[in-house]
């Protein structure tokens, strides 16, 4: 499945540093990991500036989500 993605392999949850992210929505970040927001079917929508790294986040996000077999 991850191949399948074609999601940017280079862009995982652990080459994201979450420090650069405001405390709570880091949190938010770490609360995705579990992936409840895939069995309710609820969208997850990226807001920020050209270059901020929402790509990298969310590639990350999905990675871990498909080794979780989600």
Not at 20 to 35: E, F, I, N, W, Y
Not at 52 to 61: C, D, E, P
């Amino acid at each position: 499945m991850l191949r399948q993605s074609r999601l940017p392999l280079e862009k995982t949850l652990e080459s994201f540093d979450l420090k650069r992210l405001p405390a709570k929505v880091s949190r938010q970040v770490r609360s995705l990991t579990d992936g409840a927001f895939v069995e309710r079917c609820e969208n997850v929508l990226a807001f920020g500036k050209p270059g901020s790294g929402k790509t990298h986040l969310l590639a990350g996000l999905s990675q871990e989500l498909i080794r979780q077999g989600k």
